[in-house]
């Protein structure tokens, strides 16, 4: 016969005055701020907010805080309150010293009618990183030769933004007699502080061509372009997919289409879907055909009709993509269905079976860097 088991009641934690107080314990700031990042990632505006005033509420002056909160606002459409939010964190009563350069930055972003003052807050935030760097500001926690690369790099795409500007048809200032030398030492700066920063020597590339000089326009591009390409795909010194969209039009518009060809299928590697990606190897291929119908002979052994059949192909993915996606640039759809068009009349039809993946697009991979085009000309 079994021993009959006494029942026995658990015994209850004792609740002190300590304990107590720890469970009516609010959540700590970090964690707060890691919720609300949390949200903003997951694209849910409202309930961040809420979290980053709950943040604001216990210390006003919070700088992560107000830059997120300004983050959040910018996501939300409202404009004017992200621009007076980033404004306290500059010249506010709790603004600290010196305030982040992310501050200055959201605001140079933010003043579109005003390139002066863009400038301004650009050169601000330049300023800052560069304190940062010498070890003059308190709080730039400078510790590690990443967070080094980092701001030297932001510096340098700080410094390109601020040549854009200069550049930009939009304003008069490229009108300036002090233009050319302003964005010259711009240029200077940036490489000084990285001296083969690919954002910079496709905008070098960009400011060379603007001062009718093809041949240093394409050196600086080929050097842009020879900074990564034998790098892994999945390397981290691979330049983003929009950075190398603009390597691509630098050398269509230096007529160096198979180095075009060649960066593209780096950004199709990575992703096949780009719409503007399609639309410049279409458009690549469509002035590769004028050029080789021009000239009565084939270009990178290929003669005018099939360099037409593989600009019809990616034109078409392009507008179908656009279309699909309702991408929001107008005008690149506009100048595609034109191309289209254009090869129509030619009688170039669409391929049966649909475009060219960029899987079949290895026999680029030999191209000649040297190739060398004949300009934008009308084929009839």
């Given at each position: ?105 959201y605001l140079a972003q933010l003043t579109d009618d ?6 301004k807050h650009y050169q601000a935030a330049v300023n ?253």
């Open positions: 016969m079994g021993r009959t088991r006494v029942k026995t009641k658990k015994a209850r934690p004792v609740q002190t005055d300590a304990t107590q107080a720890q469970a009516k314990e609010p959540p700590s700031i970090p964690s707060l701020l890691e919720k609300a990042r949390s949200l903003v990632t997951q694209c849910d505006y409202d309930m961040a907010q809420k979290f980053v005033q709950r943040i604001l509420e216990r210390s006003s002056g919070h700088v992560e805080g107000k830059e997120l909160l300004g983050v959040i606002q910018l996501e939300k459409g409202d404009i004017n309150d992200a621009k007076l939010t980033f404004q306290s964190l500059i010249s506010g009563p709790d603004a600290p010293q010196p305030p982040p350069p992310s501050a200055h930055l005003d390139p002066l003052l863009a400038l800052i990183m560069f304190g940062q760097l010498k070890g003059k500001e308190p709080e730039s926690k400078v510790t590690t030769e990443e967070n080094e690369i980092d701001i030297r790099r932001n510096i340098v795409r700080v410094l390109v933004a601020m040549v854009e500007i200069w550049m930009a048809p939009t304003y008069d200032l490229c009108f300036d007699p002090k233009a050319e030398e302003t964005c010259e030492s711009l240029l200077k700066t940036a490489f000084e502080v990285d001296s083969n920063n690919v954002e910079a020597l496709i905008c070098l590339s960009s400011f060379r061509l603007s001062q009718q000089k093809p041949d240093e326009a394409k050196e600086s591009a080929t050097r842009a372009w020879f900074a990564w390409k034998d790098l892994d795909s999945d390397d981290p010194l691979v330049p983003p997919v929009p950075t190398r969209i603009e390597l691509t039009k630098r050398f269509i518009e230096i007529s160096d289409y198979a180095s075009a060809l060649l960066v593209l299928q780096s950004v199709m590697g990575t992703d096949d879907q780009d719409v503007e990606a399609w639309y410049l190897e279409g458009w690549c291929f469509f002035l590769m055909a004028e050029q080789a119908k021009e000239t009565g002979q084939d270009v990178e052994g290929l003669s005018w009709e099939e360099l037409a059949q593989d600009a019809r192909d990616c034109l078409e993915t392009c507008r179908t993509l656009h279309l699909n996606e309702d991408h929001s640039d107008k005008d690149l759809l506009g100048h595609t269905k034109e191309l289209i068009t254009q090869l129509e009349s030619l009688n170039i039809k669409p391929s049966p079976d649909g475009p060219t993946g960029p899987e079949e697009e290895d026999e680029w991979e030999d191209a000649s860097d040297d190739s060398d085009g004949d300009g934008d000309v009308e084929m009839s």
